[in-house]
């Protein structure tokens, strides 16, 4: 079980930190990965720390400005987003799965997903 929090209204240019809490199972033997989601869009991939090589992956779109990090020993996963644009508007999900490298942005590789938070970058 996932849970994301941490969103909120913020201007052009801000911070926000997004912390995904997970209960039960075995964290640690999974990778998570940040999706969000606009109106009307699909889900899109953000940002993963793989289980299986301990590296991070990110979406072009975010690098540079956002930074996902893991602590097993809390079961906590959290994505730092700096210098926030307008376009990162949406509601951003964490989700947990074993994806293999090449597949780590779809989220069809994913089967837990938490309860989405609302991010909004006002310009």
């Known amino acids: 079980q996932l849970q994301a929090s941490g969103g909120g209204l913020v201007q052009a240019g801000g911070s926000l930190r997004l912390p995904c809490a997970a209960s039960?199972?075995?964290?640690?033997?999974?990778?998570v990965a940040w999706f969000r989601q606009a109106p009307g869009e699909e889900r899109q991939f953000v940002a993963a720390?793989?289980?299986?090589?301990?590296?991070?992956y990110y979406d072009d779109s975010v690098k540079g400005r956002f930074t996902i990090s893991r602590d097993n020993a809390m079961n906590m996963v959290n994505l730092q987003m700096n210098n926030l644009k307008p376009e990162d508007t949406a509601v951003y999900y964490c989700?947990?799965?074993?994806?293999?490298?090449?597949?780590?942005?779809?989220?069809?590789?994913?089967?837990?997903w938490g309860q989405g938070t609302l991010v909004t970058v006002s310009s």
């Open positions: 989700g947990a799965g074993r994806p293999i490298i090449s597949a780590i942005s779809s989220p069809l590789m994913y089967y837990n």
């Open positions: 039960g199972g075995t964290f640690s033997t999974y990778t």
């Open positions: 720390f793989a289980v299986q090589n301990k590296r991070t």
